[in-house]
């Protein structure tokens, strides 16, 4: 799961996001500018915005997402490779192995000279993340999902 927890600090009417929650200590700290804030459970109202649960299903609709834009000759194919690129690390050896497959043969690239290229960068970022796993004996493509 990746977390990004924001508070509201009701007598400051500010809202900051929190580096540090301590739930032994009951309370969280984070920055507001250049000052650092500390402050108790019952002085703040926590949120979670922007949670992405990282789960499988999440990871099929990345892939949707990447099957969606491939052979499109609009914007998505730049915001789709940039999008995707930012979650290689987190996501199932599974999950990597479908969209390796789905790079090898596509029916179109899209636009052979705005298109190809930010695809083909984004394949070799792939395999560059497979090979690593491979290399650190950690690739199984039969493994299930991190959730």
Known sequence: MI????AYHKARGITFPVSEIDFRRKRIKGRHED????ARFDEVELSQEGVVEFDEDFQHALISYERYA???RTYVVGMCV????????????KMLSVM???LEHPLSWGDPLIDKPEWLQFKADLEKEIQKRKEAGTWDVCRQSKT
């Open 70 to 72: 491939l052979g499109r």
């Open 35 to 38: 000052e650092i804030i500390s």
């Open 82 to 93: 940039e999008y995707l690129s930012k979650f290689l690390k987190d996501m199932s050896d």
């Open 100 to 102: 390796q497959m789905d």
């Open 3 to 6: 977390k990004e927890y924001k």
